[in-house]
């Protein structure tokens, strides 16, 4: 079965600084790999995803992912973070028959001002 | 783009009652998928549709049932309602199979 892996529970950074939220993987095949954010009390919104082709993908609100095979992992970047991305991040796979999506535990991002 | 609108956002109930969810995909689409994140947990996915038909099934408890109209608005059903079962329920739709899921705002079930 596909499966990641968030390995932080929560990550804190300064505002301005660069932001990196892990994601790593357990697949076979070719999955589909997703990030998504979600504010407090409300639904998940897509940030970025990796299909195929170039491994770093760009999202919306300045984010970025790199697909890393031989690190097995997909980490979102974002090379100045803002006070308004403090918020929870999921890392999600699709599964390649059904085409559910699988997610991780999340991360809790807070930047401070 | 698309959208989800589910309702109600929120509903209260009591242990052993019954719950309807309701999704409306905007534009229709063909592919819904349902998932329940309890407090403090990710997403966990429960059942989906393809053109009315199940596709595919999670961890969906055999209290719940859910099903795709010919409006393609789908509708998750729930007895006999635990404490447990009190957690955020998402509706996601996809243009394809091969995108991102676009989920609704959720409805925020807490059973009493």
């Known amino acids: 079965a596909q499966s990641v892996a968030q390995p932080e529970d929560q990550v804190n950074v300064a505002e301005g600084n660069p932001l990196t939220v892990k994601c790593t993987y357990s697949?076979?095949?070719?999955?589909?790999f997703f990030w998504y954010v979600q504010y407090p009390n409300r639904g998940l919104q897509f940030l970025l995803k990796y299909i195929t082709g170039d491994n770093l993908v760009k999202g919306s609100y300045g984010f970025e992912a790199e697909f890393n095979k031989s690190q097995t992992s997909f980490h979102l970047k974002k090379p100045s973070a803002l006070v308004s991305d403090s918020a929870l991040y999921f890392c999600?796979?699709?599964?390649?028959?059904?085409?559910?999506?699988?997610f991780g535990a999340g991360t809790t991002v807070t930047v401070r001002a | 783009a698309a959208g989800v609108i589910q309702s109600p956002r929120h509903l209260i109930k009591e242990k052993r009652e019954t719950a309807t969810l309701k999704c409306y995909p905007i534009p229709r689409h063909d592919t819904v998928y349902w998932y329940q994140q309890g407090p403090g947990q990710d997403p966990q996915f429960l059942i989906s549709?393809?053109?009315?038909?199940?596709?595919d099934k999670g961890s969906i408890p055999d209290r719940f049932s859910a099903q795709q109209f010919s409006d393609y608005h789908s509708e998750l059903n729930m007895s006999s309602l635990e404490l447990g079962d009190s957690a955020l329920y998402f509706c996601a739709v996809s243009p394809d199979n091969y995108n991102e899921q676009f989920f609704g705002p959720g409805t925020r079930l807490t059973v009493l």
């Open positions: 697949v076979s095949g070719n999955p589909y």
């Open positions: 549709f393809y053109e009315k038909m199940q596709s």
């Open positions: 999600a796979v699709r599964d390649d028959r059904g085409y559910k999506l699988s």
